[in-house]
């Protein structure tokens, strides 16, 4: 079976003027996901809108790798737009749009389970950076303290953190979830404040988040 999911993420973040959003999503879900989809290393893709954090809207595409976004096929459809995407795309009429590609930097490998899962229906998304000194040691509490700690969370699915090949800010953490119930239970928020030896300390203070992040959503499309 093919997989879902590989070793790249390609996320589009973007805020649209009111009047837009009809003729914007139907473009988004009836031309461009499909249309992105029959490129080679695209896996899956799903859209998502806000609910808490932001910016409102969400494109996530799960790729093979980084290398997905240069190849021959994807530049092909970027210098080759419909009507449809010159007149109402993000970069065309957004007051916010931008794109990250991200390689994902843990866990290390893709287990088939998660090969193999679809989109996720809720994704909380972090966004941050923390001063070049300190990356060690955030990635080392991050991968050690930090996540393993999710699992015990009721409809917590799976977390997974990248480093951004395109864009900033250079590290990006998405948690994977049932519903957006998740982030209301008391084992969520004792996750969000609990105290760990490196974390607390040390990173913590020093990490700075992007505007909107973090930013829980829940999938628009496929319904």
């Known amino acids: 079976m093919a997989a879902k999911k590989g070793r790249g993420l390609f996320m589009v973040f973007t805020d649209i003027p009111p009047e837009y959003e009809e003729e914007f ?8 996901i499909p249309e992105r989809l029959a490129i080679p290393g695209i896996l899956d893709a799903a859209r998502y809108v806000a609910v808490r954090g932001g910016p409102k809207y969400l494109a996530c595409y799960e790729i093979a790798g980084p290398e997905t976004r240069i190849s021959d096929a994807w530049q092909d459809k970027l210098n080759n737009p419909t009507e449809w995407t010159r007149r109402i795309s993000g970069d065309v009429i957004g007051t916010y749009y931008v794109h990250l590609l991200y390689r994902l930097i ?4 893709v287990p088939e389970e998660t090969a193999q899962a679809g989109m996720a229906p809720v994704l909380l998304v972090g966004r941050m950076s923390v001063p070049p000194e300190l990356e060690a040691q955030f990635n080392e509490a ?65 990490m700075t988040h992007a505007d909107g992040s973090p930013g829980a959503y829940t999938r628009i499309f496929p319904r």
């Open 25 to 32: 999503n139907r473009w988004y879900d009836e031309e461009h």
């Open 106 to 109: 843990y866990p290390s490998d």
């Open 142 to 206: 991050y991968n050690t303290e930090r996540l393993p700690a999710c699992y015990g969370v009721p409809g917590y699915i799976r977390g997974r953190r990248f480093e951004a090949v395109l864009g900033e800010p250079k590290y990006t953490t998405i948690h994977e979830m049932e519903s957006l119930q998740v982030v209301e239970t008391p084992e969520w928020a004792a996750w969000r404040t609990a105290g760990t030896p490196h974390w607390s300390g040390t990173v913590r203070p020093q």
